[in-house]
């Protein structure tokens, strides 16, 4: 059976052990929550006049999105011939825990501008060593560039081995909204001390989605000291650059890094 962060139950979805965060483990991960944005969205959205696909998905944080029982709620907040603006709302315990507003936009023959990579593929480069974390265990992990604790931009191959939700199949969306939550961990800042930089949200801008399994995120990490940060990266695959991504970071000491941190 497919490892997966949540199942369906009679009143939304219900997490595994998978999705808890290493910040807190009575709460989710933004990997999760973001994946089951994304395919909820994906799964929601109506049909529409022309064909469209994702050109952008906000997802907002609103607080410890708490490790039980979510229900979605889904409205559209704008439908027509050019573009079309969907809503999914995660509630637990009675309250908004995060919400994500999703644009598609109608596709038509337009020019290419595409960015090449210039990095190894995957096959190319080790594996990362075996993860305890739950979001981590079923992910394939290649680090091209940089590492935790040390200062600078990263850059990373990931490919996930798991469904958001049991029976579904990963979507592109998904997989590039789950991939974008690497951000601030990839793009490092924090060196001697231990701090905690979990993000307080997800934005993605895509030229179109992700082809094939691996998606490679390039990211930076930057602040001005002042108690939070922007995380900004590329997201690409064999044939280039398809997204662009930020996170806004709350940052803050910690009594001890994850142990995620040795990535």
Known sequence: MTPCFFTRSAGGLTPTDLP??????????GIAVGGLIATLIGEMAPPTE????WARLVIDLLGVVPATEIEPRFSILRQGRQMQLLQIELLAG??????????????ADTPIARTPIAYPAPEA??????????????????????????????????????????????????????????LAGRGNMMTAEPYSWPNLDISL???????GDWVLVEAQTESEGDGHGIASGVLADRQGVFAHAHQVVFIERAERLPDHVAL
């Open 20 to 29: 808890l965060s290493p910040w807190n483990t009575g709460a989710l991960n």
């Open 50 to 53: 022309t064909p469209m696909h």
């Open 94 to 107: 009675g309250r908004v825990a995060a919400r994500g507003q999703a644009l598609r936009v109608r596709i």
């Open 125 to 182: 480069l080790a594996p990362s060593p075996p993860q305890t974390l739950g979001v981590l265990r079923h992910a394939d992990h290649r680090v091209v560039a940089g590492r935790m604790r040390t200062e600078g931009p990263g850059v990373l191959w990931m490919r996930f081995d798991y469904e958001v939700v049991s029976g579904v199949a990963l979507s592109p969306l998904a997989r590039a909204t789950m991939a974008s939550d690497y």
């Open 205 to 211: 801008f895509l030229m179109r989605e992700p082809v």
